[in-house]
């Protein structure tokens, strides 16, 4: 049995793109789009049994309708193909006010073929063309669907976030007891687990976050833990396979150093030992890159633009298409001499690119009125002395025997 295992596509991030002029779209939501295709496509192409998407399909809880149509075509690529898909709810998936739908629910309410929406915990067991599989979801949850007003009146924050945990927790345990274990299970969650290394989403949290324990979530009764939440792809342990898919595009420089993409998990049949065998890989997604140049430049620098060109120059076509950030420190002396309208031409084959000069000034220290150019070595001692509160007599003698220092004269113990 092969299942995809993808999460967070966040479409809706808009940040660093324009208009594209042939479909009138913003040219960062066709980047995500097109991640989404490439995720797409592999499924289709290596005929997998069922595709898991753990959680965040929008950037916002309010989607717009061509953020909708876009996703849902790809769904209906996959429904239609007769590729099984589960969506699972992520925070960002969650209406503003309860009673409102979620941003995936209408795929629920139309009893679209094929696929499965998760907003609340559950055992799912889905057909799939190798076979049945079971599906312990857990969505993420506001605190008000796993805690009442009463449980929570007297508590503090940190009592209220350990409450979560231990509910959640519960949660976890009970699905699993309700599992068959003569069939395949995955637990897909959408959650913050301890030890996790995170990426661009502390940038996009919303509300507080609660954290469970690895330990609580690796749970043996199930072949697979798949993983949605945080943004950098990662396995967390091993018995179980407890693995975060990450997301598969960019959203910012928090992602530059990141590989982007989906996980293929195998379920083999049950081996001698009457256990199944989980293999799981990685597949990165080709999308757009981000990238910082930085640049320090010297006081003595005589061409400091053709320092900052030749820096550019070094990057080769990794500047072309990419959202570039150009850091330039310098000192104040020379800020005058960089030629603006240079770097911007060099740069302008980047699909994005910012600017930005960090200058250095001289720091003088300053002593009452003066700077330490503008006093004389026995006043910056007296100075000195008076912050420190010395006693007059002490300051007597000590700018007594700083005069003759000065001065060069000998002085000896009295």
């Known amino acids: ?49 069922l595709v898991l998407f753990c959680g965040d399909a929008y950037k916002t809880r309010e989607p717009t309708q061509t953020q909708q149509r876009e996703f849902a075509k790809r769904v209906s690529r996959l429904s239609s193909n007769n590729i099984p898909i589960f969506l699972l709810i992520g925070n960002h998936d969650l209406p503003n006010a309860i009673g409102r739908a979620t941003t995936t629910e209408i795929f629920d309410t139309l009893a679209v073929k094929n696929v499965y929406v998760s907003n609340r915990p559950d055992i799912y067991r889905i057909s799939t063309r190798s076979g049945t599989i079971q599906i312990a979801s857990l969505p993420w949850l506001r605190r008000s669907a796993l805690l009442s007003k009463e449980e929570t009146k ?48 502390r940038l996009m949290t919303i509300g507080q976050e609660h954290v469970l324990l690895l330990s609580n979530v690796a749970n043996p009764a199930f072949d697979y833990v798949a993983l949605g939440h945080i943004h950098r792809h990662q396995v967390l342990a091993d018995s179980p396979p407890t693995v975060y898919a990450g997301s598969p595009a960019c959203l910012d420089f928090s992602d530059e150093e990141d590989e982007k993409g989906f996980y293929l998990v195998e379920i083999e049949p049950d081996g001698e030992a009457g256990k199944r065998q989980v293999s799981f890989e990685f597949h990165p997604v080709g999308g757009r890159r981000f990238l ?67 200058i250095v000034r001289e720091t003088r220290l300053r002593l009452g009125q003066f700077t330490a150019e503008e006093i004389t070595p026995l006043d910056a001692l007296k100075a000195y002395l008076e912050s420190k509160k010395t006693s007059p007599e002490r300051t007597k003698v000590l700018l007594e025997y700083g005069e003759r220092l000065i001065r060069g004269e000998e002085t000896t113990e009295s």
């Open 154 to 201: 007297n508590l503090d924050f940190d009592q209220i976030k350990e409450r979560l945990q231990q509910t959640l927790t519960r949660t976890i345990e009970f699905n699993a007891t309700k599992l068959d274990p003569g069939l395949p299970s995955i637990l897909a969650a959408h959650v913050w687990v301890a030890g996790a290394e995170i990426g661009s989403e």
């Open 292 to 358: 910082t140049i930085s640049v320090a430049l010297d006081s003595q620098d005589i061409d400091p633009t053709t320092t900052v060109l030749k820096a550019i120059a070094e990057q080769g076509d990794k500047v072309r298409e990419a959202i570039v950030r150009l850091n330039i420190t310098l000192p104040a002396e020379i800020e005058g001499q960089l030629r603006d309208s240079d770097i911007r031409e060099t740069l302008k084959e980047a699909h994005n690119f910012t600017i930005a000069r960090e």
């Open 1 to 49: 049995m092969k299942i995809l295992h993808f999460a967070d596509l966040h479409l809706g991030v808009e940040s660093y793109g324009h208009i594209d002029p042939a479909t009138g779209l913003s040219s960062r939501l066709l980047d995500f789009l097109s991640a989404l295709d490439q995720v797409v496509d592999y499924a289709l192409e290596n005929k997998v049994d």
